[in-house]
Protein backbone atom coordinates (compact mmCIF):
# COMPACT_ATOMS: atom_id res chain seq x y z
CA UNK A 1 0.00 0.00 0.00
CA UNK A 2 2.84 1.97 -0.10
CA UNK A 3 2.15 5.83 -1.34
CA UNK A 4 -1.41 5.09 -1.97
CA UNK A 5 -3.36 6.24 1.43
CA UNK A 6 -3.99 9.40 2.32
CA UNK A 7 -5.69 10.01 5.21
CA UNK A 8 -8.25 12.62 4.25
CA UNK A 9 -9.69 14.39 8.01
CA UNK A 10 -8.03 14.73 11.56
CA UNK A 11 -10.66 12.19 12.52
CA UNK A 12 -9.83 9.44 14.67
CA UNK A 13 -11.12 5.47 14.50
CA UNK A 14 -14.91 4.98 16.24
CA UNK A 15 -14.91 3.10 19.24
CA UNK A 16 -17.94 0.76 19.45
CA UNK A 17 -18.35 0.47 15.67
CA UNK A 18 -20.26 -2.34 13.31
CA UNK A 19 -17.89 -2.29 10.22
CA UNK A 20 -15.54 -0.49 8.26
CA UNK A 21 -17.30 1.45 5.47
CA UNK A 22 -15.57 1.17 2.05
CA UNK A 23 -17.52 3.75 -0.49
CA UNK A 24 -16.73 2.71 -4.08
CA UNK A 25 -17.36 5.66 -5.95
CA UNK A 26 -14.97 5.71 -8.48
CA UNK A 27 -13.82 1.92 -8.18
CA UNK A 28 -16.62 -0.06 -8.99
CA UNK A 29 -15.31 -3.71 -8.60
CA UNK A 30 -14.51 -6.64 -6.25
CA UNK A 31 -10.92 -7.63 -7.69
CA UNK A 32 -7.56 -5.87 -8.03
CA UNK A 33 -8.89 -3.24 -5.62
CA UNK A 34 -6.37 -1.48 -3.47
CA UNK A 35 -9.21 0.53 -1.39
CA UNK A 36 -11.07 -2.54 -0.80
CA UNK A 37 -8.53 -4.21 0.73
CA UNK A 38 -6.99 -1.51 2.68
CA UNK A 39 -10.61 -1.57 4.11
CA UNK A 40 -10.59 -5.29 5.24
CA UNK A 41 -6.93 -4.83 6.73
CA UNK A 42 -8.49 -2.01 9.09
CA UNK A 43 -11.48 -4.26 9.61
CA UNK A 44 -8.97 -7.31 10.49
CA UNK A 45 -7.07 -5.21 12.91
CA UNK A 46 -10.38 -3.51 14.59
CA UNK A 47 -12.26 -6.86 15.05
CA UNK A 48 -14.66 -5.85 12.30
CA UNK A 49 -16.46 -6.55 8.90
CA UNK A 50 -16.25 -4.85 5.99
CA UNK A 51 -19.41 -3.21 4.45
CA UNK A 52 -19.17 -1.92 0.87
CA UNK A 53 -21.40 1.18 -0.26
CA UNK A 54 -22.20 1.96 -3.34
CA UNK A 55 -24.74 4.74 -4.79
CA UNK A 56 -26.03 6.31 -8.11
CA UNK A 57 -27.86 9.39 -7.93
CA UNK A 58 -30.02 11.11 -10.34
CA UNK A 59 -28.41 14.24 -9.70
CA UNK A 60 -25.52 14.91 -11.02
CA UNK A 61 -25.47 16.89 -14.30
CA UNK A 62 -26.00 14.69 -17.66
CA UNK A 63 -27.04 12.16 -15.81
CA UNK A 64 -28.69 9.39 -18.37
CA UNK A 65 -29.66 6.21 -19.68
CA UNK A 66 -26.30 5.23 -21.14
CA UNK A 67 -24.43 6.28 -18.20
CA UNK A 68 -27.14 4.99 -15.72
CA UNK A 69 -27.17 1.74 -17.53
CA UNK A 70 -23.58 1.28 -17.80
CA UNK A 71 -23.33 1.53 -13.68
CA UNK A 72 -25.89 -0.84 -12.72
CA UNK A 73 -24.49 -3.36 -14.93
CA UNK A 74 -21.70 -3.59 -12.91
CA UNK A 75 -23.56 -4.34 -9.76
CA UNK A 76 -24.62 -7.53 -9.48
CA UNK A 77 -20.54 -8.49 -10.38
CA UNK A 78 -19.50 -6.49 -7.73
CA UNK A 79 -22.11 -7.92 -5.06
CA UNK A 80 -21.57 -11.15 -6.10
CA UNK A 81 -17.63 -11.81 -5.69
CA UNK A 82 -17.99 -9.41 -2.56
CA UNK A 83 -20.46 -11.55 -0.65
CA UNK A 84 -18.67 -14.76 -1.97
CA UNK A 85 -15.68 -13.20 0.21
CA UNK A 86 -17.95 -12.13 3.12
CA UNK A 87 -18.08 -8.37 2.36
CA UNK A 88 -21.47 -6.94 2.92
CA UNK A 89 -22.58 -4.85 -0.28
CA UNK A 90 -25.09 -2.14 -0.62
CA UNK A 91 -26.49 -0.30 -3.64
CA UNK A 92 -28.33 2.56 -3.31
CA UNK A 93 -30.37 4.14 -6.24
CA UNK A 94 -31.85 7.50 -5.72
CA UNK A 95 -34.10 7.68 -8.23
CA UNK A 96 -35.60 11.15 -7.60
CA UNK A 97 -34.54 14.36 -6.22
CA UNK A 98 -37.51 13.62 -2.92
CA UNK A 99 -35.40 10.42 -2.68
CA UNK A 100 -33.35 10.64 0.55
CA UNK A 101 -30.07 11.89 0.12
CA UNK A 102 -28.75 10.80 3.60
CA UNK A 103 -28.49 7.07 3.28
CA UNK A 104 -24.68 7.16 2.89
CA UNK A 105 -24.30 9.45 6.35
CA UNK A 106 -26.10 7.27 7.94
CA UNK A 107 -23.99 3.90 7.18
CA UNK A 108 -21.16 6.51 7.98
CA UNK A 109 -22.27 6.89 11.95
CA UNK A 110 -21.72 2.91 12.54
CA UNK A 111 -18.92 2.54 10.59
CA UNK A 112 -15.20 2.76 12.31
CA UNK A 113 -13.64 4.41 9.69
CA UNK A 114 -14.26 5.17 5.74
CA UNK A 115 -12.28 4.12 3.01
CA UNK A 116 -12.32 5.60 -0.33
CA UNK A 117 -11.28 5.94 -3.67
CA UNK A 118 -8.43 8.37 -4.33
CA UNK A 119 -9.31 10.23 -7.85
CA UNK A 120 -9.12 13.56 -9.14
CA UNK A 121 -12.25 14.25 -11.37
CA UNK A 122 -15.48 14.12 -11.21
CA UNK A 123 -17.74 13.62 -8.48
CA UNK A 124 -15.44 11.47 -6.41
CA UNK A 125 -12.60 14.65 -6.83
CA UNK A 126 -15.72 16.81 -5.19
CA UNK A 127 -16.70 14.35 -2.63
CA UNK A 128 -13.07 13.66 -1.20
CA UNK A 129 -12.57 17.09 -0.58
CA UNK A 130 -16.26 17.80 0.92
CA UNK A 131 -17.33 15.02 2.80
CA UNK A 132 -14.27 14.21 5.13
CA UNK A 133 -14.96 16.96 7.65
CA UNK A 134 -18.53 16.53 7.99
CA UNK A 135 -18.24 12.83 8.74
CA UNK A 136 -16.34 13.06 12.42
CA UNK A 137 -14.84 9.40 11.79
CA UNK A 138 -11.36 8.44 10.23
CA UNK A 139 -11.56 8.64 6.32
CA UNK A 140 -8.93 8.02 3.83
CA UNK A 141 -8.24 7.57 0.41
CA UNK A 142 -7.06 4.85 -1.54
CA UNK A 143 -5.31 4.78 -5.17
CA UNK A 144 -6.56 2.00 -6.88
CA UNK A 145 -6.59 4.09 -9.91
CA UNK A 146 -2.59 3.97 -11.19
CA UNK A 147 -0.50 1.29 -10.95
CA UNK A 148 2.21 3.79 -10.02
CA UNK A 149 0.57 5.60 -7.27
CA UNK A 150 0.13 9.09 -7.71
CA UNK A 151 1.45 10.13 -5.26
CA UNK A 152 4.35 9.51 -6.13
CA UNK A 153 5.13 12.66 -8.05
CA UNK A 154 5.19 15.62 -6.45
CA UNK A 155 4.89 18.02 -9.80
CA UNK A 156 3.26 17.94 -12.94
CA UNK A 157 5.24 16.86 -15.57
CA UNK A 158 5.46 18.43 -18.77
CA UNK A 159 4.81 15.84 -21.53
CA UNK A 160 5.17 11.46 -21.45
CA UNK A 161 8.72 11.85 -21.89
CA UNK A 162 9.61 13.56 -18.69
CA UNK A 163 7.62 11.20 -17.13
CA UNK A 164 8.52 8.13 -18.88
CA UNK A 165 11.82 7.23 -17.09
CA UNK A 166 10.45 7.98 -13.73
CA UNK A 167 8.04 5.61 -14.11
CA UNK A 168 9.94 2.64 -16.00
CA UNK A 169 12.18 3.50 -12.25
CA UNK A 170 9.29 2.67 -10.52
CA UNK A 171 7.27 0.19 -12.00
CA UNK A 172 9.36 -2.61 -10.72
CA UNK A 173 7.73 -1.86 -7.50
CA UNK A 174 4.01 -1.20 -7.87
CA UNK A 175 3.53 -3.71 -11.02
CA UNK A 176 2.39 -6.56 -8.90
CA UNK A 177 -1.17 -8.00 -8.30
CA UNK A 178 -2.77 -5.86 -5.66
CA UNK A 179 -3.04 -8.07 -2.42
CA UNK A 180 -5.88 -10.33 -1.76
CA UNK A 181 -6.86 -10.31 2.08
CA UNK A 182 -8.73 -12.99 4.01
CA UNK A 183 -11.41 -11.83 5.98
CA UNK A 184 -11.39 -12.34 9.56
CA UNK A 185 -14.65 -11.16 10.56
CA UNK A 186 -17.68 -12.47 7.60
CA UNK A 187 -20.35 -10.20 7.06
CA UNK A 188 -23.86 -11.42 8.77
CA UNK A 189 -26.07 -8.41 9.11
CA UNK A 190 -29.12 -8.27 7.36
CA UNK A 191 -28.67 -5.46 4.12
CA UNK A 192 -29.76 -1.85 4.94
CA UNK A 193 -33.26 -1.26 4.07
CA UNK A 194 -32.61 0.99 1.38
CA UNK A 195 -30.50 -1.66 -1.19
CA UNK A 196 -31.78 -2.15 -4.26
CA UNK A 197 -31.61 -5.64 -5.68
CA UNK A 198 -30.11 -5.72 -9.34
CA UNK A 199 -30.49 -8.58 -11.78
CA UNK A 200 -29.70 -8.72 -15.56
CA UNK A 201 -33.65 -8.35 -16.23
CA UNK A 202 -34.64 -5.18 -14.01
CA UNK A 203 -31.93 -3.13 -15.22
CA UNK A 204 -34.31 -1.32 -18.40
CA UNK A 205 -37.30 -0.92 -15.94
CA UNK A 206 -34.76 0.82 -12.44
CA UNK A 207 -33.03 2.79 -15.20
CA UNK A 208 -36.66 4.03 -16.91
CA UNK A 209 -37.86 4.85 -12.89
CA UNK A 210 -35.16 7.73 -12.50
CA UNK A 211 -35.64 11.11 -12.98
CA UNK A 212 -32.64 11.37 -15.23
CA UNK A 213 -32.34 12.28 -19.37
CA UNK A 214 -33.86 9.52 -21.22
CA UNK A 215 -32.83 10.80 -24.77
CA UNK A 216 -29.35 9.41 -24.62
CA UNK A 217 -29.79 5.71 -25.16
CA UNK A 218 -27.45 2.73 -23.48
CA UNK A 219 -24.42 2.36 -25.91
CA UNK A 220 -24.72 -0.14 -28.83
CA UNK A 221 -21.72 -1.92 -28.14
CA UNK A 222 -20.90 -1.17 -24.46
CA UNK A 223 -22.70 -3.49 -21.27
CA UNK A 224 -20.69 -2.88 -17.64
CA UNK A 225 -19.91 -4.78 -15.47
CA UNK A 226 -16.75 -6.87 -14.10
CA UNK A 227 -17.58 -9.82 -16.36
CA UNK A 228 -17.74 -7.67 -19.50
CA UNK A 229 -14.78 -5.84 -19.17
CA UNK A 230 -12.66 -9.60 -18.70
CA UNK A 231 -14.50 -10.71 -21.55
CA UNK A 232 -13.05 -7.71 -23.42
CA UNK A 233 -9.70 -7.83 -21.87
CA UNK A 234 -9.77 -12.21 -23.35
CA UNK A 235 -10.73 -10.92 -26.45
CA UNK A 236 -8.15 -7.85 -27.00
CA UNK A 237 -5.71 -10.79 -25.61
CA UNK A 238 -6.62 -13.44 -28.18
CA UNK A 239 -7.65 -10.99 -31.19
CA UNK A 240 -5.78 -7.85 -31.26
CA UNK A 241 -2.94 -7.62 -28.94
CA UNK A 242 -0.40 -9.08 -31.56
CA UNK A 243 -1.98 -6.56 -33.70
CA UNK A 244 -1.84 -3.86 -31.91
CA UNK A 245 1.68 -2.01 -32.30
CA UNK A 246 1.17 -2.24 -36.45
CA UNK A 247 -3.12 -1.98 -36.42
CA UNK A 248 -4.28 0.95 -33.65
CA UNK A 249 -4.43 3.82 -35.82
CA UNK A 250 -6.64 1.98 -37.94
CA UNK A 251 -9.64 2.05 -37.03
CA UNK A 252 -11.43 -0.39 -39.44
CA UNK A 253 -9.14 -3.12 -38.01
CA UNK A 254 -10.95 -3.02 -34.83
CA UNK A 255 -7.32 -3.60 -32.78
CA UNK A 256 -7.97 -1.42 -29.81
CA UNK A 257 -8.70 -2.92 -26.02
CA UNK A 258 -12.17 -0.43 -25.81
CA UNK A 259 -11.39 -1.02 -22.27
CA UNK A 260 -11.95 2.48 -21.71
CA UNK A 261 -15.36 2.82 -20.30
CA UNK A 262 -14.38 -0.20 -17.73
CA UNK A 263 -11.58 1.88 -16.70
CA UNK A 264 -13.31 4.60 -15.72
CA UNK A 265 -16.14 3.35 -13.60
CA UNK A 266 -13.51 0.61 -12.60
CA UNK A 267 -14.80 -2.41 -13.52
CA UNK A 268 -11.92 -3.18 -14.46
CA UNK A 269 -8.23 -2.12 -13.11
CA UNK A 270 -5.44 -1.10 -14.92
CA UNK A 271 -3.28 -2.97 -12.71
CA UNK A 272 -5.31 -6.30 -13.57
CA UNK A 273 -4.86 -5.39 -17.46
CA UNK A 274 -1.35 -4.92 -17.30
CA UNK A 275 0.11 -7.90 -15.76
CA UNK A 276 -2.69 -9.85 -18.10
CA UNK A 277 -0.82 -8.35 -21.21
CA UNK A 278 2.13 -8.68 -19.61
CA UNK A 279 1.81 -12.63 -19.17
CA UNK A 280 0.12 -13.30 -22.42
CA UNK A 281 2.55 -11.46 -24.12
CA UNK A 282 5.45 -13.24 -22.28
CA UNK A 283 3.51 -16.83 -23.25
CA UNK A 284 2.73 -15.91 -26.70
CA UNK A 285 6.19 -14.24 -27.56
CA UNK A 286 4.83 -11.19 -28.21
CA UNK A 287 6.20 -7.25 -27.63
CA UNK A 288 3.36 -5.15 -25.85
CA UNK A 289 5.23 -2.04 -25.27
CA UNK A 290 3.30 -0.28 -27.37
CA UNK A 291 -0.13 -1.12 -25.41
CA UNK A 292 1.79 -0.90 -22.09
CA UNK A 293 2.40 2.63 -23.06
CA UNK A 294 -0.93 3.92 -23.74
CA UNK A 295 -2.14 1.99 -20.52
CA UNK A 296 0.71 3.46 -18.08
CA UNK A 297 2.65 6.22 -19.31
CA UNK A 298 0.25 8.04 -21.16
CA UNK A 299 -3.35 7.42 -18.98
CA UNK A 300 -0.77 8.05 -15.90
CA UNK A 301 0.52 11.50 -17.08
CA UNK A 302 -3.19 12.11 -17.46
CA UNK A 303 -3.96 11.72 -14.02
CA UNK A 304 -0.60 13.53 -12.93
CA UNK A 305 -2.22 16.44 -14.74
CA UNK A 306 -5.84 15.92 -13.69
CA UNK A 307 -4.15 15.70 -9.81
CA UNK A 308 -1.99 18.54 -9.84
CA UNK A 309 -3.31 20.59 -12.52
CA UNK A 310 -5.14 24.38 -11.00
CA UNK A 311 -7.48 25.15 -14.21
CA UNK A 312 -8.84 21.17 -15.22
CA UNK A 313 -11.79 22.53 -17.38
CA UNK A 314 -9.68 25.53 -19.25
CA UNK A 315 -6.80 26.71 -20.33
CA UNK A 316 -4.75 27.95 -17.14
CA UNK A 317 -2.09 25.39 -17.01
CA UNK A 318 -1.16 25.19 -21.06
CA UNK A 319 2.43 25.59 -21.92
CA UNK A 320 3.53 29.37 -22.47
CA UNK A 321 3.37 28.85 -26.38
CA UNK A 322 0.12 27.38 -26.03
CA UNK A 323 -1.08 29.84 -24.80
CA UNK A 324 0.58 32.66 -26.85
CA UNK A 325 -0.18 31.24 -30.13
CA UNK A 326 -3.72 31.33 -29.39
CA UNK A 327 -3.81 34.68 -28.36
CA UNK A 328 -2.15 35.97 -31.31
CA UNK A 329 -4.70 33.66 -33.77
CA UNK A 330 -7.79 34.37 -31.82
CA UNK A 331 -9.06 36.98 -34.37
CA UNK A 332 -8.17 34.43 -37.55
CA UNK A 333 -11.20 33.28 -39.25
CA UNK A 334 -13.32 30.92 -39.45
CA UNK A 335 -14.59 29.21 -42.40
CA UNK A 336 -16.95 27.87 -42.27
CA UNK A 337 -18.34 27.80 -38.70
CA UNK A 338 -20.71 25.36 -37.52
CA UNK A 339 -22.66 25.78 -34.47
CA UNK A 340 -22.58 23.37 -31.57
CA UNK A 341 -25.75 21.71 -32.09
CA UNK A 342 -24.86 21.16 -35.88
CA UNK A 343 -21.78 19.47 -34.34
CA UNK A 344 -23.80 17.34 -31.70
CA UNK A 345 -26.17 16.20 -34.51
CA UNK A 346 -22.91 15.64 -36.72
CA UNK A 347 -24.62 17.45 -39.62
CA UNK A 348 -20.92 19.20 -41.01
CA UNK A 349 -19.70 18.45 -44.70
CA UNK A 350 -16.99 16.18 -43.68
CA UNK A 351 -18.24 12.23 -44.12
CA UNK A 352 -15.23 11.07 -41.87
CA UNK A 353 -15.78 13.91 -38.55
CA UNK A 354 -19.51 13.11 -39.15
CA UNK A 355 -18.74 9.32 -38.57
CA UNK A 356 -16.67 9.92 -35.18
CA UNK A 357 -19.16 12.34 -33.85
CA UNK A 358 -21.84 9.34 -34.79
CA UNK A 359 -19.57 6.70 -32.94
CA UNK A 360 -19.88 8.75 -30.14
CA UNK A 361 -23.27 9.30 -30.26
CA UNK A 362 -23.95 5.74 -30.51
CA UNK A 363 -21.15 4.11 -29.37
CA UNK A 364 -19.95 6.69 -26.26
CA UNK A 365 -16.52 6.23 -27.03
CA UNK A 366 -14.43 7.29 -30.54
CA UNK A 367 -11.91 5.50 -31.96
CA UNK A 368 -8.47 7.03 -30.14
CA UNK A 369 -7.18 7.92 -33.39
CA UNK A 370 -9.98 9.49 -35.14
CA UNK A 371 -10.75 11.44 -31.67
CA UNK A 372 -7.91 13.17 -32.14
CA UNK A 373 -9.19 14.23 -35.70
CA UNK A 374 -12.57 14.79 -34.15
CA UNK A 375 -10.81 17.50 -31.14
CA UNK A 376 -8.78 19.62 -34.11
CA UNK A 377 -12.03 20.11 -36.52
CA UNK A 378 -13.77 21.58 -33.47
CA UNK A 379 -11.10 23.88 -32.93
CA UNK A 380 -11.23 24.62 -36.01
CA UNK A 381 -15.04 24.89 -36.54
CA UNK A 382 -15.75 27.02 -33.59
CA UNK A 383 -15.60 31.18 -32.95
CA UNK A 384 -13.60 30.54 -30.40
CA UNK A 385 -11.15 28.31 -28.69
CA UNK A 386 -13.46 28.35 -25.34
CA UNK A 387 -16.41 27.14 -27.34
CA UNK A 388 -14.03 24.98 -28.97
CA UNK A 389 -13.45 23.36 -25.11
CA UNK A 390 -16.52 23.45 -24.14
CA UNK A 391 -18.44 21.89 -26.75
CA UNK A 392 -15.65 19.01 -26.82
CA UNK A 393 -16.07 18.72 -22.72
CA UNK A 394 -19.52 18.64 -23.38
CA UNK A 395 -20.58 16.16 -25.90
CA UNK A 396 -17.87 14.24 -23.28
CA UNK A 397 -20.03 14.65 -20.49
CA UNK A 398 -23.01 13.93 -22.40
CA UNK A 399 -22.06 11.37 -24.65
CA UNK A 400 -18.76 9.37 -23.46
CA UNK A 401 -19.07 6.75 -21.34
CA UNK A 402 -15.34 6.82 -20.77
CA UNK A 403 -16.05 10.95 -20.13
CA UNK A 404 -15.07 12.93 -17.38
CA UNK A 405 -12.10 11.13 -16.67
CA UNK A 406 -8.20 12.01 -16.44
CA UNK A 407 -8.19 11.01 -19.55
CA UNK A 408 -11.33 13.31 -20.96
CA UNK A 409 -9.56 16.91 -20.22
CA UNK A 410 -5.78 15.85 -20.71
CA UNK A 411 -6.68 14.77 -23.78
CA UNK A 412 -8.78 17.42 -25.25
CA UNK A 413 -6.57 20.01 -23.60
CA UNK A 414 -3.66 17.93 -25.77
CA UNK A 415 -5.31 19.13 -28.89
CA UNK A 416 -4.83 22.85 -27.53
CA UNK A 417 -1.26 21.99 -27.31
CA UNK A 418 -1.05 19.74 -23.68
CA UNK A 419 1.86 17.87 -23.18
CA UNK A 420 2.59 18.56 -26.74
CA UNK A 421 5.10 20.57 -28.81
CA UNK A 422 5.00 23.37 -31.07
CA UNK A 423 4.77 22.43 -34.84
CA UNK A 424 4.77 25.48 -37.94
CA UNK A 425 2.53 28.00 -37.75
CA UNK A 426 -1.02 28.08 -39.43
CA UNK A 427 -4.11 29.91 -39.44
CA UNK A 428 -6.47 29.19 -36.64
CA UNK A 429 -4.25 26.54 -35.23
CA UNK A 430 -1.00 28.63 -34.67
CA UNK A 431 1.49 26.30 -33.73
CA UNK A 432 -0.52 23.60 -32.05
CA UNK A 433 -0.54 20.57 -34.33
CA UNK A 434 -3.06 20.64 -37.23
CA UNK A 435 -4.99 17.17 -38.71
CA UNK A 436 -6.37 17.24 -42.07
CA UNK A 437 -9.00 15.04 -43.92
CA UNK A 438 -6.37 14.19 -46.62
CA UNK A 439 -3.83 13.28 -44.12
CA UNK A 440 -6.59 10.84 -42.52
CA UNK A 441 -7.44 9.74 -46.31
CA UNK A 442 -4.19 8.72 -46.94
CA UNK A 443 -3.49 6.61 -44.12
CA UNK A 444 -6.37 4.75 -42.80
CA UNK A 445 -9.49 3.40 -44.63
CA UNK A 446 -11.79 6.44 -43.83
CA UNK A 447 -14.68 4.73 -46.17
CA UNK A 448 -14.49 1.22 -44.25
CA UNK A 449 -15.42 3.10 -40.90
CA UNK A 450 -17.89 5.50 -42.60
CA UNK A 451 -19.58 2.20 -43.89
CA UNK A 452 -19.21 0.45 -40.76
CA UNK A 453 -21.02 3.37 -38.93
CA UNK A 454 -23.43 4.05 -41.32
CA UNK A 455 -24.36 0.51 -41.11
CA UNK A 456 -24.64 0.82 -37.19
CA UNK A 457 -26.46 3.51 -37.52
CA UNK A 458 -29.26 1.89 -39.95
CA UNK A 459 -29.44 -1.41 -38.02
CA UNK A 460 -28.32 -1.11 -34.84
CA UNK A 461 -25.91 -4.13 -35.35
CA UNK A 462 -22.49 -3.40 -33.83
CA UNK A 463 -19.48 -5.30 -34.80
CA UNK A 464 -17.95 -3.84 -31.64
CA UNK A 465 -20.47 -5.59 -29.50
CA UNK A 466 -19.23 -8.76 -28.05
C1 LIG B 1 -10.06 14.67 -27.93
C2 LIG B 1 -9.79 13.40 -27.16
C3 LIG B 1 -10.62 13.03 -26.13
C4 LIG B 1 -10.36 11.87 -25.39
N1 LIG B 1 -11.21 11.55 -24.36
C5 LIG B 1 -10.96 10.44 -23.62
C6 LIG B 1 -11.84 10.10 -22.56
O1 LIG B 1 -12.84 10.78 -22.31
N2 LIG B 1 -11.55 8.99 -21.82
C7 LIG B 1 -10.47 8.19 -22.11
O2 LIG B 1 -10.25 7.19 -21.41
N3 LIG B 1 -9.62 8.50 -23.10
C8 LIG B 1 -9.84 9.59 -23.88
N4 LIG B 1 -8.99 9.90 -24.91
C9 LIG B 1 -7.76 9.10 -25.10
C10 LIG B 1 -7.91 7.87 -26.04
O3 LIG B 1 -8.53 8.26 -27.23
C11 LIG B 1 -8.71 6.76 -25.37
O4 LIG B 1 -8.18 6.44 -24.11
C12 LIG B 1 -8.73 5.47 -26.20
O5 LIG B 1 -9.21 5.75 -27.49
C13 LIG B 1 -9.63 4.45 -25.52
O6 LIG B 1 -9.85 3.35 -26.36
P1 LIG B 1 -9.25 1.92 -26.02
O7 LIG B 1 -9.62 1.56 -24.63
O8 LIG B 1 -9.63 1.01 -27.12
O9 LIG B 1 -7.69 2.25 -26.08
P2 LIG B 1 -6.37 1.30 -26.21
O10 LIG B 1 -5.66 1.78 -27.38
O11 LIG B 1 -6.80 -0.11 -26.18
O12 LIG B 1 -5.56 1.69 -24.94
C14 LIG B 1 -5.72 1.05 -23.66
C15 LIG B 1 -5.92 2.09 -22.61
O13 LIG B 1 -4.81 2.98 -22.57
C16 LIG B 1 -5.25 4.28 -22.24
N5 LIG B 1 -4.99 5.20 -23.35
C17 LIG B 1 -5.03 4.95 -24.67
N6 LIG B 1 -4.73 6.08 -25.36
C18 LIG B 1 -4.50 7.04 -24.45
C19 LIG B 1 -4.13 8.41 -24.54
N7 LIG B 1 -3.93 9.03 -25.70
N8 LIG B 1 -3.98 9.10 -23.39
C20 LIG B 1 -4.17 8.52 -22.20
N9 LIG B 1 -4.51 7.21 -22.05
C21 LIG B 1 -4.67 6.48 -23.17
C22 LIG B 1 -6.76 4.20 -22.01
O14 LIG B 1 -6.99 4.00 -20.66
C23 LIG B 1 -7.13 2.99 -22.83
O15 LIG B 1 -8.33 2.38 -22.42
C24 LIG B 1 -9.25 11.05 -25.70
C25 LIG B 1 -8.42 11.42 -26.77
C26 LIG B 1 -8.67 12.58 -27.48
C27 LIG B 1 -7.76 12.95 -28.60
Redesign the pocket.
Known amino acids: MKNRVLKLNDAEIRQNADYVLYWAQMNRRAKSNHALEYAIELGNELGLPVLCYEGLTCTYENANDRLHTFVIEGVPDTQELLEKRGVGYAFYLRRKRSDANDVFYKLVDRSAAVVTDDYPTFIAAAHNSSVPGKVGVATFAVDSSCIVPMRCFEKREYAAYTIRPKIAKLLPEYLEAAPQRKLKHRWRAEKPAFHVEVTAGNIPELVASCEIDHSVKPSAAYRGGSAAAERRLSH?LDCSLAR?AKA?NEPSQHA?????PY??FGHIS?LQ?ALAVKDYAAEHKLVADE?LE??IV??E??FNYARLASDIKGFGDLPDWARKTMQAHAGDKRDPLFTAKEMEEAKTYDPLWNATQKELLLRG????YY??Y??KKIIEWSRTYQDALDL?IGL?DRY?L????P??Y???L??FGLHDRPWFDRPIFGLMRYMAFDGMKRKTNINAYIQEIAWLEQTGNDPERL
Not at 365 to 368: A, C, E, N, P, T
Not at 402 to 405: H, L
Open positions: FYRTSNLSLHSVFELRRLAKIHGRMWGMHADGRDNTTNIWC
